[in-house]
């Protein structure tokens, strides 16, 4: 796949020798960004590369360019596709977009009846996910695997998820459920067949009321929802970290 002259593919054992570049990018990213340092080691890297389990993007000269693997957690049930990272000379041109759509192709290839999941306060992020079907959900619907969120140790804001009880935290939680999928473009193909044979938008059941189905709240490409309850979120378990509510400790100091 092209783009810019960048090639996003499967990453193969011949990648190995990007390991190092790749967890030093994602270290000195994650401090710059202030948020939790996720430290995956290098091993840890090329055993993704091994199992086929990664997307790399490199130029056509070799320059490493961006990265990303696949987690499998709950015994498969569900999908995390981790470790986003583009190298920041190449930010700002789609390449994230890119390594999402390939390593979200790759998932579906590996673990079609998985549902993928992620946590994540990138902006960015949030809107590739949503443009591929991803639906903000609460952390209940996700993998309750202790091995996942074990993950989030490393995170500074690793005592606020525990005071929440693992119920919230500053990350949205974005799912892509596979069977609700299927559900919602069977329920399109017969929307359309309706409206095709000209019927009524409403059904009447047997008892004589009217029925019509629940809407969803949509938040495909609506980044400035995601930026509002972004806010909503840091104010709330900010503040109340803050003031000692959430943990009763004042010694962090956050930066966003
Ligand atoms: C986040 C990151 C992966 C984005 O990579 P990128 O290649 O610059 O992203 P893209 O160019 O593909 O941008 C995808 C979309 O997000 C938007 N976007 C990119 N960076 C953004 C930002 N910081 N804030 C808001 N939106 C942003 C782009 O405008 C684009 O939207 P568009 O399609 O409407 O134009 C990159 O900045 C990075 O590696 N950051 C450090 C690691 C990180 O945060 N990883 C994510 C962990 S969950």
């Not at 389990?53 to 990303?68: D, R, S």
């Not at 049930?77 to 994230?96: M, Q």
């Not at 992620?118 to 991803?134: H, P, Q, R, W």
């Not at 949509?218 to 959430?246: C, D, H, P, Q, T």
Request: charged letters at 30%; glycine letters at 8%.
């Amino acid at each position: 796949m092209e783009n810019q002259h960048i090639i996003v593919r499967v990453a193969t054992p011949d990648d190995i020798h990007y390991s190092n570049t790749i967890t030093n990018e994602m270290e000195s990213s994650a401090k710059a960004r202030g948020t939790g340092i996720a430290k995956r080691s290098p091993a840890y890297v090329e055993l993704k590369m091994q199992e086929g389990k990664a997307v790399i993007a490199l130029t056509e000269n070799g320059e490493w360019v961006g990265f990303c693997y696949i987690e499998a957690w709950g015994h498969e049930k569900f999908v995390a596709n981790s470790g986003l990272i583009v190298n920041p000379a190449f930010r700002g041109h789609g390449v994230a977009k890119s390594i999402k759509k390939k390593i979200f192709e790759l998932s579906r290839e590996k673990y079609p009846e998985s549902k993928i999941f992620g946590l994540t306060t990138g902006l960015a992020v949030m809107k590739i996910n949503s443009e591929l079907g991803y639906e903000p959900v609460t952390y209940s619907e996700l993998t309750d695997d202790e091995e996942f969120w074990k993950g989030c140790r490393s995170c500074v804001n690793f005592d606020i998820l525990t005071s929440k009880d693992r119920k919230n935290c500053l990350c949205t939680a974005m799912l892509y459920n596979p069977l609700e999928k299927l559900k919602e473009a069977e329920e399109k193909a017969m929307a359309e067949k309706a409206a095709a044979e000209k019927q009524p938008q409403l059904s009447v059941t047997a008892n004589g009321h009217m029925h019509h189905e629940r809407r969803r709240r949509r938040f495909k490409g609506n980044i400035k929802l995601y930026e509002r309850w972004l806010r909503f979120k840091r104010f709330v378990l900010l503040k109340s970290k803050k003031e000692g509510g959430a943990t009763g400790s004042k010694k962090k100091f956050f930066l966003f």
